[in-house]
């Protein structure tokens, strides 16, 4: 059991790293870089991320929902994460001034001296929550409208050209994540990319299948990663956890 949960754990933290591709491009689709340009301007941003990945390994298959809750600007970040992993629920707080990191987790608190790579890094800059897409893969992009009157565009990105993007990511993860990865593969994404009345970006949706082996293990992972920004343009007040200051120092 503590060899499938630390193989989850790996699969997890790698879906989170790729957490967005934003569309950049000019023509036809200038809406979509201005509204990005739109949320990278915010002082400060509230957003919530849906996540369900599905496991398959050893014949059998196992769901993980999670939710991360994010509010950060460039001074401080906080986050709230809950997930369940083979029927265990799990909660995490996170909080950074960006010279430390700190965690809250079953009453237990640490802060680690703060990365400028780190999963953790949330700042305002768009940059580390939105990865550029090359400008031909909106070729074939579709627009629609849904209920709440978003322009909705969606892409589908081949596989190959989002295995590149992917490994930039996954690159800067560190040799900790390499050594347990091996034969990373993805599948073509559905990326779908919603603009409210008001410019910004409303809500951004990816689905892709992953196929990798972890620990020696073959494993292949559907992933469904939904991220809303809530209500952009309005301000954001972002509160740490209750003595964070007096967390037990950790180096890692």
Same mark, same amino acid.
């Given at each position: 059991m ?10 997890l ?5 790729? +957490? ?18 739109? +949320?990278? *301007?915010?002082?400060?941003? *509230? ?34 994460y ?24 079953? &009453? ?21 929550? @939105?990865?550029? @897409?090359?400008?031909?893969? @909106? ?6 409208? *849904? ?35 091996e034969? @990373? ?10 603009i ?18 972890v ?18 343009g309005?301000?954001v ?5 209750? &003595?964070?200051?007096n967390f ?5």
């Amino acid at each position: 059991m503590k060899k499938i949960i630390s193989m989850i754990l790996v699969v997890l933290m790698l879906c989170t790293s790729f +957490i967005l591709a934003s569309c950049n491009t000019t023509d036809p689709e200038k809406e979509i870089e201005d509204s990005i340009e739109k +949320i990278n *301007d915010l002082e400060a941003y *509230d957003a919530t991320m849906v996540m369900s990945i599905t496991m398959k390994m050893n014949g059998q298959s196992y769901t993980m929902p999670a939710t991360i809750d994010i509010k950060a600007s460039d001074d401080e970040m906080y986050a709230f994460y809950e997930m369940n992993i083979i029927g265990e629920k799990m909660e995490m707080e996170i909080y950074s001034d960006y010279e430390y990191i700190y965690v809250l987790s079953d &009453g237990q608190g640490v802060k680690t001296p703060f990365k400028e790579n780190s999963e953790y890094n949330y700042n305002a800059s768009i940059d580390n929550v @939105l990865k550029p @897409l090359p400008e031909d893969v @909106l070729e074939n992009v579709e627009i629609d409208e *849904d209920d709440d009157g978003n322009k909705v565009f969606t892409v589908e990105i081949d596989s190959e050209t989002f295995m590149e993007l992917y490994n930039e990511s996954v690159e800067s993860m560190g040799d900790d994540y390499a050594a347990s990865v091996e034969d @990373l593969n993805l599948s073509d994404a559905i990326v779908t990319i919603a603009i409210n009345d008001d410019g910004y970006v409303a809500y951004y949706n990816m689905e892709y299948t992953m196929t990798l082996s972890v620990y020696g293990e073959d494993v292949e992972a559907d992933v469904v990663m939904e991220i809303t920004f809530n209500d952009p343009g309005e301000a954001v007040e972002i509160e740490p956890m209750d &003595g964070y200051q007096n967390f037990r120092t950790v180096n890692s």
